[in-house]
C-alpha cells in the first residue's frame, strides 16, 4: 500500500519560506515522477512542481517558477519543495504526489497522494 506523508508546513509572513517534505513508503519510487499540488479555499486543485525519477528532469508551474524549488532523495523515498518569496496567494493546502510516467504538467493529477500540509502565508 503506498503512502505519502507530507510536512513542513505552516503559517509565514509574506516574504518568508518554508520547506515541505513528502516521505512516500510502501514501494520503491525511484522510477516514479513525483510532484506536488496546491488547493486554495474555494479553488480547484493546481499543479506546482514535479521531477522525474532520477532528479535531472523538473516542471514547475508559471506562478511559482523562480521562487520553488522541487528536489528529491530516493535513498529515503523523500521529495521536498522549497518555497521562498512566499505571497499570500501561496495559501494553500499543499499535496505530494507519485506518478510511474513522467508527463508534466499532470493536468488530470497523479496516481497517488497524501493527505496534504496547509501553508498560510499572511499579508
Known amino acids: 500500500q503506498v503512502q505519502l506523508v507530507e510536512s513542513g508546513g505552516g503559517l509565514v509572513q509574506a516574504g518568508g519560506s518554508l520547506r515541505l517534505s513528502c516521505a512516500a513508503s510502501?514501494?520503491?519510487?525511484?522510477?516514479?515522477?513525483m510532484g506536488w499540488f496546491r488547493q486554495a479555499p474555494g479553488k480547484d486543485r493546481e499543479f506546482v512542481a514535479a521531477?522525474?525519477?532520477?532528479?535531472?528532469?523538473?516542471y514547475y508551474a508559471d506562478s511559482v517558477k523562480g521562487r520553488f524549488t522541487i528536489s528529491r532523495d530516493n535513498a529515503k523515498n523523500t521529495v521536498y519543495l522549497q518555497m521562498n518569496s512566499l505571497k499570500p496567494e501561496d495559501t494553500a493546502v499543499y499535496y505530494c504526489a507519485v506518478d510511474p510516467k513522467w508527463r508534466p504538467p499532470y493536468s488530470y493529477g497523479m496516481d497517488y497522494w497524501g493527505k496534504g500540509t496547509l501553508v498560510t502565508v499572511s499579508s
Open positions: 510502501g514501494r520503491t519510487f525511484s522510477s516514479y515522477a
Open positions: 521531477i522525474s525519477w532520477g532528479g535531472a528532469n523538473t
